[in-house]
């Protein structure tokens, strides 16, 4: 089954940066179009950038500019350029996934995507 296994989150001033990343596997005939969604307390889940195998992106207005998000050749790792870090950044950030032959949408719906990874925490101070 699909697998999805973030990294690279922390703690950070404000100003600073972090790079996430996120590694899917266990995927076989349609491959994963993903995007990176975060959750802060008492917040709903939130959309934040998604990308397509033109390497279209998109962006939810709170970090265009600050945030980019990118693939590797293979399109099995995603990663997550993050500068400029707030403290409204501060969330647990989750990548996502969902299985397509090709990869034309960037959707940030979270009822879009059908796997999801564990987290990884992100708080800036």
């Known amino acids: 089954h699909v697998q999805l296994v973030e990294s690279g989150g922390g703690s950070v001033q404000a100003g600073g940066s972090l790079r996430l990343s996120c590694a899917a596997s266990?995927?076989?005939?349609?491959?994963?179009?993903m995007a990176w969604f975060r959750q802060a307390p008492g917040k709903e889940r939130e959309g934040i950038a998604a990308v397509n195998d033109a390497g279209s992106t998109a962006y939810a207005d709170s970090v265009k500019g600050r945030f980019t998000i990118s693939t590797d050749n293979a399109k099995s790792t995603l990663h997550l350029e993050m500068n400029s870090l707030k403290p409204d950044d501060t969330a647990m950030y989750y990548c996502?996934?969902?299985?397509?032959?090709?990869?034309?949408?960037?959707?940030?719906?979270?009822?879009?995507?059908?796997?999801w990874g564990q987290g990884t925490q992100v708080t800036v101070s």
């Open positions: 266990g995927y076989t005939g349609s491959r994963p179009c």
């Open positions: 996502a996934a969902r299985l397509v032959r090709w990869c034309i949408a960037t959707h940030m719906e979270a009822d879009r995507y059908h796997y």
